[in-house]
């Protein structure tokens, strides 16, 4: 079993869908949560950052982590074809340092006009 | 410049050739790391350093070979590469040990196709 599950798509949407993109993990000890987006030819940059279980909102964006489920979640809301891009997840148990990151395999969206 | 950025964009080599993939980072950041994405899979890191020094080898074949001058520049150097290492490279950068989850940085990668 893969540490960190992600369905890789691809998912695509019309344009103001709300978007649900998901991962499940099995080790327990991870604390912090992230999310990484990547548009075509370019590297991941961090869209979303969250610690311990709960909601975490920026914008249009909300990402939700339930630790007794060992799920998290990002949702998009109006996507927009902008928002076109493959979404990874990653987590770790510390904060201290990005080398314990695990990633996820990526969910590719595309959001249609 | 700013941010991290990777030289060359793209890179075709031969088995036999040996070749060079450069990443400077202009963050300021105290970690650089090498990772590899294929296809389908989640990222692998593969090297890091901290402050020049290796602190992590991910069991990587010795046909890749780090090297990191100063904690700004990292270069991962190449030699008699397998066509299953075709994938793109990324370099990234980290302020290691703030304890404020030590976001990476990336660079846009170096796509590498071995024939």
């Known amino acids: 079993q893969k540490e960190v599950e992600q369905d890789p798509g691809p998912l695509s949407v019309p344009e103001g869908a709300i978007v649900s993109l998901n991962c499940t993990y099995s080790n327990s000890a991870f604390q912090y949560f992230m999310w990484y987006r990547q548009y075509s030819r370019k590297g991941p940059e961090l869209l979303m950052y969250t610690y311990s279980s709960g909601n975490k909102e920026d914008g249009r964006f909300t990402a939700q982590v339930d630790k007794s489920s060992k799920y998290i979640s990002l949702f998009i809301r109006d996507s927009q074809p902008s928002d076109s891009a493959t979404y990874l997840c990653?987590?770790?148990?510390?904060?201290?340092?990005?080398?314990?990151?695990?990633f996820g395999s990526g969910t590719q969206l595309t959001v249609l006009p | 410049e700013t941010g991290v950025t990777q030289t060359p964009r793209h890179l075709v080599m031969g088995m036999t050739n040996k070749k060079s993939l450069k990443c400077e980072q202009h963050l300021g950041h105290n970690a650089m790391y090498w990772y590899k994405q294929s296809a389908k899979k989640p990222l692998e890191l593969m090297f890091v350093?901290?402050?020049?020094?290796?602190?992590e080898n991910n069991s990587v074949p010795s046909r890749f070979s780090p090297e990191c001058p100063n904690s700004s520049h990292l270069f991962l150097h190449l030699h008699t590469l397998q066509p299953e290492d075709s994938a793109l490279y990324l370099c990234?950068?980290?302020?290691?040990?703030?304890?404020?989850?030590?976001?990476?940085?990336f660079g846009n990668g170096t796509r590498l196709t071995v024939t």
């Open positions: 990653a987590m770790s148990p510390s904060s201290g340092s990005a080398r314990q990151l695990t």
């Open positions: 990234a950068s980290s302020q290691d040990g703030t304890g404020d989850g030590s976001p990476l940085h």
């Open positions: 350093y901290n402050f020049k020094e290796q602190t």
